[in-house]
């Protein structure tokens, strides 16, 4: 299987940190993204590569956007698997929460995707209590985002909240 194949040189080329290398860690996080899809990964790979997609979506520059983007996605794909549920809410809160509150519209996907994953996760019971505690304010503020683009966050944050209620 590819992952396996791959896992020690796409978390190498994920954690790149060299401005001449950002594309190289860009390529690896979208691959990771990529191989995030396929169910039989989704444990394994939460588990390799949770401390390089937890920073990677925590990446402030502009020039990281695209970094950051995939390793969100990536974040989104694996909360789909029910053993990743309540570790990835322990592991990913505060960068989830924080990338729900983005504000640039050059970040609107950056922030639809940690809806995304925090909707996912709200599935989890165990979830519920702790991320009304964390997320509530992103939850209601990004359920009151008025813009035709934003809709897809309006949409993760209500059946989100929906979830918790």
Not at 30 to 50: E, H, K, V, Y
């Amino acid at each position: 299987p590819m992952w396996i194949a791959t896992q020690a040189a796409l978390v190498t080329a994920s954690q790149l940190a060299s401005p001449a290398d950002r594309t190289c860690r860009e390529y690896a996080l979208r691959s990771l993204f990529n191989l995030a899809t396929t169910g039989a990964n989704m444990r394994p790979m939460w588990i390799a590569t949770q401390a390089v997609l937890i920073s990677a979506s925590e990446l402030a520059s502009p020039a990281d956007r695209n970094c950051r983007e995939h390793a969100i996605r990536s974040l989104v794909n694996l909360t789909v698997n029910d053993a990743n549920e309540r570790p990835m809410w322990i592991a990913t809160q505060e960068a989830l929460v924080t990338a729900s509150q983005l504000t640039s519209s050059a970040d609107r996907m950056c922030r639809e995707y940690a809806l995304h994953a925090l909707f996912n996760l709200s599935y989890n019971e165990a979830n519920r209590g702790p991320m009304w505690i964390a997320a509530q304010a992103a939850l209601v503020t990004a359920s009151q985002l008025a813009s035709p683009a934003d809709r897809a966050c309006r949409e993760y944050a209500l059946e989100t909240l929906a979830n918790l209620s």
